[in-house]
């Protein structure tokens, strides 16, 4: 059975500052996600990884995927309040999982001033 | 843009009453899934359907839950006799093919079991 493990859980960071959250996974992956999620809100795609060495970057965040190491990493540059929100990662099996997507436990993150 | 939309965004049931959560999924996907997420917690998988069959389901989807797509563009979750614990957040979400392809979420629908 798949586990997909992050941390920290909890995150709270002066804005400006830099952090990474990880995400580690047991078993090969297809592709793995990363999603941020506001209080009651649905899931926003942030990055999609798909090969090893992959690395991402959307504004402050920037993601990367080692196969190898069954590792990803969001990494938090010159974090801003805006940032503040609940980020996941999630990982597809590929194979015949038909694109079920297990997920970690979240990361939520709150940028003070 | 595309997206996959939920009805209600929230309902509020009482204990041992069936609901019926609906999504009509992006128009030219072709697999279906259906997510939950317990106040706090992660996002849980319930189930996967393709080519109108449940393709993988997980163990928390039991006899209690069916999925159906009933005319060709929605797709639904029903519980038959829900619970306490049924509350959560519940997420649809599409996509063209599979695990070869980005899934697409749509806004939740907040189950409240009373």
């Known amino acids: 059975e798949l586990k997909v493990e992050q941390n920290p859980l909890f995150l709270s960071m002066q804005e400006g500052k830099n952090y990474t959250i990880y995400c580690n996974y047991s078993?090969?992956?297809?592709?793995l996600y990363w999603y941020r999620q506001d209080p009651g809100k649905s899931l926003e795609s942030l990055f999609v990884?798909?090969?090893?060495?992959a690395v991402k970057q959307e504004g402050r965040l920037m993601a990367s995927l080692d196969t190898k190491a069954r590792l990803s990493t969001l990494h938090i540059t010159a974090a801003v309040h805006d940032l503040s929100a609940t980020y996941f990662c999630?990982?597809?099996?590929?194979?015949?999982?038909?694109?079920?997507?297990?997920f970690g436990q979240g990361t939520i993150l709150t940028v003070h001033p | 843009e595309p997206e996959v939309t939920q009805t209600p965004s929230h309902q509020v049931t009482q204990m041992g009453q069936e609901v019926i959560l609906r999504c009509v999924p992006i128009s030219n996907h072709l697999y279906f899934y259906w997510y939950r997420q317990i106040l706090g917690q992660k996002v849980e998988f319930l189930v996967s359907?393709?080519?109108?069959?449940?393709?993988?389901k997980s163990e928390i989807f039991d006899d209690q839950f069916s999925v159906e797509r009933p005319d060709g563009s929605n797709f639904t979750l029903k519980i038959r006799s829900t619970k306490l614990e049924d509350s959560a957040m519940y997420f649809c979400?599409?996509?063209?093919?599979?695990?070869?392809?980005?899934?697409?979420f749509g806004q939740g629908t907040r189950l409240t079991v009373v």
């Open positions: 979400a599409s996509s063209v093919q599979g695990s070869k392809t980005e899934a697409f």
């Open positions: 078993t090969t992956s297809d592709r």
């Open positions: 999630a990982v597809d099996e590929g194979g015949t999982s038909y694109g079920k997507l297990t």
């Open positions: 990884l798909l090969s090893n060495g």
């Open positions: 359907f393709y080519n109108n069959e449940i393709s993988e």
